[in-house]
Nanobody, 122 residues
């Protein structure tokens, strides 16, 4: 797997939208991909996951507001975030699993980006 570079973070007011992008230098089609986030003083948590067959999974806190997608031809992962809330404030990381598995172990042994900051003000 290759290097990951996130972009698209920023500061918005509650109710606003942001779209995060994660450019990978290379990855295999079968790789499971995900977005994680970590707020100050909190543990890193999974936000959304997408498999190569299009299956997606979301944390309950973002269901109906966030959409994960991937463009395999462009080696890019996206996270569209709508109706943002102050509690969405965190550093957001994209991650590629070490294979087709979407387990946390596969992600921990995979590749991670440096993160992009999202700040939502009330």
């Amino acid at each position: 797997q290759g290097q990951l570079v996130e972009s698209g973070g920023g500061s918005v007011q509650a109710g606003g939208s942001l779209k995060l992008s994660c450019q990978a230098s290379k990855f295999t089609y079968s790789t499971c991909m995900a977005w994680f986030r970590q707020a100050p003083g909190k543990e890193r948590e999974g936000v959304a996951t997408i498999r190569s067959d299009g299956w997606t999974n979301y944390a309950d806190s973002v269901k109906g507001r966030f959409t994960i997608s991937r463009d395999n031809a462009a080696n890019t992962l996206y996270l569209q975030m709508n109706s943002l809330k102050p509690e969405d404030t965190a550093m957001y990381y994209c991650a590629l699993s070490s294979g087709a598995s979407c387990s946390i172990i596969a992600f921990l042994s995979g590749n991670w980006g440096q993160g992009t900051q999202v700040t939502v003000s009330s």
